[in-house]
């Protein structure tokens, strides 16, 4: 079966990232980009279930600008077999990208999709959610543990109160959480191999998709900030000053 | 039209986070809540005395019993011609149900509002929180999730709701439950605690674990843990605090042996009083702590819970 597996070009989780003084965005002119940490997992699951041999094919998506490519050799490195990128200059909202990315599932009919639980950027966490409602398919989010067999997958998801275990029909959604696996590094030779991949470029009008942002950013500001405090001393003093001072113990 | 919140509850009443979200629907207009799942009735009976809740939906039909996203979302669908905002608290299970609601309906969530403008416009942390997004949304409605932390939860008691049961939406039948693993613990819920003590890396064992958690029962504390903690099987998954675990903003909030990431930040810089204990001066959680206390934890823990009783 096929497997897709979309991949996100984000700011570096390590980069602390500037708001614009003129309050229209964040900076990202020449900060370092990377796939989206939640993707990197969701490519090296994607890669154990074909070195399983449950899956046969992976196709790793990503919806961006041209440089997007990268992100998408990084997962073809990783093992993913071809690559796909719906070039886009502007804003791509979740809603956007599921459309997008129903479109692709339309076409390749993938028995499985494996997305980030959220995009570290916009942290909208709502991507795969709104590619399974499109779809009409079960979805299995926050998956720590993903197991396929006999045309089920079987999703332990991190949730709430700990643990919660579903039971889906494939085709079917899976939103990857930070205990399912540790993605690999891709070796030199697999990075070598993975640029001679095929990566097919197609544009959201070509897929019928209307990526209209529906929110418009009205503004962006930076947080209150927090100043450092005072260091004291002993415990005592420590215990003395949340009494006596900040009153809340 | 109203705004109709899809509550969070255990059997017997609803959680504050909910009524958090109650609080962000209140500056909206008229609030109905509802309750699905196993328990809900009896939940619904104490979430009709919230003040600011017009109406309490129950539904308890065998497909929403574990409040499965596929079968939630219809219902929430089924629903929505007569309402202006469907929200939820941005808790694990309204972050499963409602960009799947979103999407059925042709809308753009709006996931972790942390401020309201007006009914097309909110404030939304972005980059973990390290900026805050004003954004107006164009839809005809809106499919939004409420961070519990940046409202006040509305009281408990003091109000008289209708309750009123209705039936479930066709179960889409696409998936079913097989079981959970619940943590059991007699101290508050991370999210609504006044007090949380966390433990990072630096921990070393699940078993340290136990010296914090003995500080927590002195405080009527809840216990939280920095990513590491919990990637090293010393805590549980729902015990990670931060931009990918839970947002807490506690009136007290204890770093012991974390040394601050923005990820971790993320998730409790805006408690109102940070303590941090840390052997490394230079760590970045001082950089955001009220209170600093530079050595090593397994000596200062097990005395700060010394201190603690005396008096
Ligand atoms: C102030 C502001 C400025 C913005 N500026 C820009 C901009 O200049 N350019 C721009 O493109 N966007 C911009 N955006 C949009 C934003 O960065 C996100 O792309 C968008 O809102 C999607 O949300 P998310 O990535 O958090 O999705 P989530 O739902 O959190 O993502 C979950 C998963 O979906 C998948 N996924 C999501 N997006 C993609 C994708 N594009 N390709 C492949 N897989 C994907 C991944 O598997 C990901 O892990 C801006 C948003 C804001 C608030
Ligand atoms: C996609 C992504 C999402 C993430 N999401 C989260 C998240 O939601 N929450 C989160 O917490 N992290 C998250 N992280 C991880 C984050 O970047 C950090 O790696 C993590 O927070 C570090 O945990 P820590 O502070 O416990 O460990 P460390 O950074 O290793 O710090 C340990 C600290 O303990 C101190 N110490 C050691 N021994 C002692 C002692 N005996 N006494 C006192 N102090 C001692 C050290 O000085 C050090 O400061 C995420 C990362 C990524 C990539």
Known sequence: MKLLVPVKRVVDYNVKVRVKSDGTGVETANVKMSMNPFD??????????????????????????????????????????RGILVEHDGVLEPIAVAKILKALADKEQPQ?????????DDDMSATGQMLAALLGWGQGTFASKVEIADGFATVTREVDGGLET??????????????????????????????????????????????????????????????????????????DKLRNEAKVI | M????????????????????????????????????????????????????AKVLVAEDASLAKRLAEPTAALLVS?????????????????????????LLDVQPISDVAGVIDADTFVRPIYAGNALATVKSSDPKKVATVRAASFDPVPATGGSA????????????????????????????????RIVISGGRAMGSAEN?????????????????????????????????????????????????ISGAIQHLA?????????????DEEAPIFQVADYGLVGDLFKLIPELETELDKK
Do not use: C, W
């Open chain 2, 79 to 103: 629903l929505a011609g007569g309402y202006s905002h469907l929200l939820a608290p941005a808790s694990a299970a309204g972050k499963n149900v409602m960009p799947r609601v979103a999407a």
């Open chain 1, 112 to 120: 499985l999709i494996i997305l980030g639980k959220q995009a570290i």
């Open chain 1, 40 to 81: 990197e997992i969701a490519v090296e699951e994607a890669v154990r279930l074909k070195e399983k041999g449950v899956v046969s094919e992976i196709i790793a998506v990503s919806a961006g600008p041209t440089a997007a490519q990268e992100q998408i050799r990084t997962a073809l490195a990783m093992g993913a077999d």
């Open chain 1, 166 to 239: 579903v039971k889906l029909a494939l085709p079917a959604i899976v939103t990857t959480d930070l205990r399912l696996n540790e993605p690999r590094y891709a070796s030199l030779p697999n990075i070598m191999k993975a640029r001679k991949k095929p990566i097919e470029t197609v544009k959201p009008a070509d897929l019928g998709v209307d990526v209209t942002p529906r929110l418009t950013v009205l503004k962006v500001e930076e947080p209150a900030k927090r100043s450092a405090g005072v260091k004291v001393g002993s415990v005592a003093e420590l215990v």
């Open chain 2, 162 to 193: 209708p309750v009123e049961t209705i039936a479930a939406a066709a179960d889409p039948a696409l998936s079913s439950f097989l079981g959970a693993e619940v943590q059991k613990s007699e101290r508050p819920e991370l999210t609504a605690a």
């Open chain 2, 209 to 257: 674990f136990a010296i914090i958690e003995k500080v927590a029962d002195k405080l009527g504390a809840a216990v939280g843990a920095s990513r590491a903690a919990v990637d090293a099987g010393y805590a549980p998954n729902d015990h990670q605090v931060g931009q990918t675990g839970k947002i807490v903003a506690p009136e007290l909030y204890i770093a012991v042996g």
């Open chain 2, 267 to 279: 998730g409790m810089k805006d408690s109102k009083v940070i303590v941090a204990i840390n052997k």
């Open chain 2, 2 to 53: 109203a705004i109709l919140i899809l509550a969070d509850h255990d059997g017997a009443a609803v959680t504050q986070p909910t009524r958090s979200t109650v609080a962000a629907g209140a500056k909206l207009g008229e609030v109905h809540l509802l309750l699905v799942g196993e328990g809900a009735a009896t939940a619904a009976a104490s979430a009709s005395q919230i003040p600011s809740v």
